[in-house]
């Protein structure tokens, strides 16, 4: 079973930036595709970004394109979500999942098979 822990959350001002990381536990996501998606108080689940499994095609939501940046290094079965430019609407809890069909980079919640428990990002105005 894949197993997956986020981390690198905290509290930020307007304009700062974090790095949060998502790492397996359990097997290898290495022919997995992984997603990030966020949720904020009184609010659906929304994807935010996705690498597909060989780190060569990336996928980002409106809201974040040209401010966050997301990649994995295969080595240390680790992926990553570079953000920057953080604003107050960028409050919420960060979550990361992985998608077992390897040739795909789905946006849609209900296509990935495993999910992190999330991490708390705080952006302070």
């Known amino acids: 079973q894949v197993q997956l822990v986020e981390s690198g959350g905290g509290l930020v001002q307007a304009g700062g930036s974090l790095r949060l990381s998502c790492a397996s536990s359990?097997?290898?996501?290495?022919?997995?595709?992984v997603g990030w998606f966020r949720q904020a108080p009184g609010k659906e689940r929304e994807f935010v970004a996705v690498?597909?499994?060989?780190?060569?095609?990336?996928t980002y939501a409106d809201s974040v394109k040209g401010r966050f940046t997301i990649s994995r290094d295969s080595a240390k079965n680790t992926v990553y979500l570079h953000m920057s430019s953080l604003k107050p609407e960028d409050t919420a809890v960060y979550y990361c999942?992985?998608?077992?069909?390897?040739?795909?980079?789905?946006?849609?919640?209900?296509?990935?098979?495993?999910w992190g428990k999330g991490t708390q990002v705080t952006v302070s105005s």
């Open positions: 690498v597909n499994w060989s780190g060569d095609s990336t």
């Open positions: 999942a992985a998608d077992s069909l390897g040739s795909r980079s789905p946006v849609k919640s209900y296509e990935y098979d495993y």
């Open positions: 359990g097997r290898s996501f290495s022919y997995y595709a």
